[in-house]
T-cell receptor
Framework: AAGVIQSPRHLIKEKRETATLKCYPI?????VYWYQQGPGQDPQFLIS???????DKGSIPDRFSAQQFSDYHSELNMSSLELGDSALYFC?????????????????FGPGTRLTVL | AQKITQTQPGMFVQEKEAVTLDCTYD???????LFWYKQPSSGEMIFLIY??????QNATEGRYSLNFQKARKSANLVISASQLGDSAMYFC????????????????FGQGTILTVHP
């Protein structure tokens, strides 16, 4: 079965550089979530998109932006990178459907992109 | 306030024994879901088990079961017959309901528990 694809898997950048992380959700999934997991930390929600529109926003720095494209893939753009941005970035996708409350919509996580800022 | 609390930073268990990983949560929303994920050292997040706030019975998935005590707001993960491959970080997470809120679908994670299985 198709899974969530993230690219690149590893990325090394210098301070003040920019980075773009890509996420390809499971086909027909309409919702994408981005999470950031710092070393030894739990994942923190950054932002989500439902049907290509931003649906929720968490603790995402202003230096970061994201969007979901017409083919449902999503990109997280990170500028002016700081050492503290070094983390594992997860993308997850799910099928939210008609947005009627369904408590169980499993979020399928991608393998993550490990970003190292030097 | 912390919405998901995992009070055990690390747990040790002997192979083939059972182990319980604790999770308490805080929400005023009547509709919510509780999830457990396993994160091996390789980093991927593996979904283990889910419990809905309206579910009458405790969830089970193979060797995993969830001891859901709604009044106490706890959702402990029980792993039976531990295996060496169970050694990993385990996260409890919650998804709150949509009613009137903007929290649409995001998961809030606890701090995690590192489980080590000894042979």
């Amino acid at each position: 079965a198709a899974g969530v694809i993230q690219s690149p898997r590893h990325l090394i950048k210098e301070k003040r550089e920019t980075a773009t992380l890509k996420c390809y959700p499971i086909p027909r999934h309409d919702t994408v979530y981005w999470y950031q997991q710092g070393p030894g930390q739990d994942p923190q929600f950054l932002i989500s998109f439902y049907e290509k529109m931003q649906s929720d926003k968490g603790s995402i720095p202003d230096r970061f932006s994201a969007q979901q494209f017409s083919d449902y893939h999503s990109e997280l753009n990170m500028s002016s990178l700081e050492l503290g941005d070094s983390a594992l970035y997860f993308c997850a996708s799910s099928l939210e459907g008609t947005r009627v409350w369904i408590s169980y919509n499993e979020q399928f996580f991608g393998p993550g992109t490990r970003l190292t800022v030097l | 306030a912390q919405k998901i609390t995992q009070t055990q930073p690390g747990m040790f268990v002997q192979e083939k024994e059972a182990v319980t990983l604790d999770c308490t949560y805080d929400t005023s929303d009547p509709s919510y879901g509780l999830f457990w994920y396993k994160q091996p050292s390789s980093g991927e997040m593996i979904f283990l088990i889910y419990q809905g706030s309206y579910d009458q019975q405790n969830a089970t998935e193979g060797r995993y079961s969830l001891n859901f005590q709604k009044a106490r707001k706890s959702a402990n993960l029980v792993i039976s017959a531990s295996q060496l491959g169970d050694s990993a970080m385990y996260f409890c997470a919650m998804r709150e309901g949509r009613a009137g809120g903007t929290s649409y679908g995001k998961l809030t994670f606890g701090q995690g528990t590192i489980l080590t299985v000894h042979p």
